[in-house]
């Protein structure tokens, strides 16, 4: 998991208040999905089923059984070898310890995606115009460069559309994608060097690729399109380049032309040493990142040359990490990310910003599950703006130490990592929040996050695989 490790003294344990946790469970097939080709879809899928909510129902664990899908398939033949189509539970906890905020909604239904290597791992999930679900990051590691980049479509309901790997395996990084017309364009890097890829929609078949050796240990981590091409972002000279979270390099900005030839770049020197966004509003470009030394929130606006109208941080005596942003209806900033300023661990970290930067207001939030807050981490690693003017935030949390908490009769522990969301509304109320995990007890934790056609959302969630979780509609 893209989780943030420190080494914190703690001499103090309590004990969560006795209670029992009402369980609302949520019964779906779990798909792991096999290599398929390129461009057949696969139908091994079909029986995938919407699922209820299943309210304090003692029995809800019977609800799920266990079928096998007997289809196969192999490369050649687009024949897909067998696979186990298993039970799936979601365990929604409430009562007991939690502190959770408002009717959060359910979870419909949770479905993986397989790479090739031991692992894999998603740290970024889009929506597509014809309501598909496209994931990217690795299969593999880069600390033993093993890592590819690997890129997962789905039909809405989660049923494999096509994936592909791109790289041998090496020190290798899949970190977003956008949609243009004819396209979705893939960013990355590839042998330590930042790349552009631009696949095929019905197919992920490569219609380009461009390489760009910008300095050192270098990655593109999002663009934008704008009017001559793309502009993007990311950072150089990574010191500390096998974290995928923050390299301790410099902030910097690439300028494409539509076919991905790299126009013009530059750095951000010291006032951010890693772009991890950007967006177009009106005829600028906005960005957000880390400050160096990962101390602060940055956030800068441009032109569409990338020259720099202003550039402002925002933070606590503390660490204050920025990992998210995006742009409201009205053209406000939300950025969120996780701190330590002002809390007793990593807590959730959300503002409001205007587009001269001036704060409108902010708002920390954590440890929902009611354990020992010197022992949590709430690390938030993505956000959307809502319909409603407000922002949905997404991020994984537990306990990081050699400790572990329960509840009395509750089958929630402290050191197991969940899903965590939190909704906003445009003044910053917390409108709700919720936790998600499998009933299995294993780690789940949310890594990005989109809002889809039906009003709920798509969450992709880091269980060593490309997880999908569908979320019913935020707002209702």
Known sequence: ???????????????????????DTFSTPTISIK????????????????????????????NGTNTEDSNSEEESSSQESSSDETASLILDTSGGCTKFIGNGPVG????????????????????????????????????????KILVAKTDASG??????????????????????????????SINKNSIVIKVDKSSGNTIWSQTYDNGGTDAIEHLVETTSGFAAVGYINATDENNTF???????????DFNGNKLSGKSFDSQMSHAYRIFKVENNLIISGLTAGAEDYALMKTN????????????G???DHCFAMDISKD?????????LSGVDNWDTYTMKIDLNGNKLWEKKRGNPRGFNPLYIHDEVWDLKATDDGGCIIVAGTGDEYAYEESCSQSKDLSNVWQVYLIKFSSSGEIQWDKTYAPISGDDWAGEAIDITSDGGAVIAVDNSQFGILKIAPINN
């Open 246 to 256: 923050y390299t301790e390099g410099e902030g910097y900005i690439s300028f494409l």
């Open 304 to 315: 569409l040359n990338g020259e720099k109208d202003w550039v402002k941080t925002y933070g």
């Open 331 to 339: 053209n406000s900033i939300y950025l969120s990310g996780h701190t």
């Open 159 to 188: 049923n494999l559309v096509w994936k592909k790997e791109f790289g041998d395996p090496g020190h290798n990084l899949g970190n977003s994608i956008i949609e243009v017309s004819d396209g979705y364009i893939i960013t990355g």
């Open 1 to 23: 998991m893209r989780k943030v490790f420190y080494s914190i003294l703690i001499a103090t344990l309590f004990n969560c208040s006795k209670g029992g946790d009402s369980l």
């Open 35 to 62: 290599e398929t080709s390129s461009s057949e879809e696969s139908d091994s899928n079909d029986d995938t089923t919407s699922t209820q909510e299943t309210a304090n129902n003692s029995n809800s664990e019977e």
């Open 317 to 319: 005596d503390k660490k």
């Open 108 to 147: 419909e239904w949770f479905k993986f995606v397989d790479g090739s290597q031991e692992e894999a791992h998603a740290h970024f999930i889009f929506t597509s115009s014809d309501n598909g679900i496209l994931q990217i990051g690795e299969t593999g590691f880069l600390d033993n460069n093993t890592a």
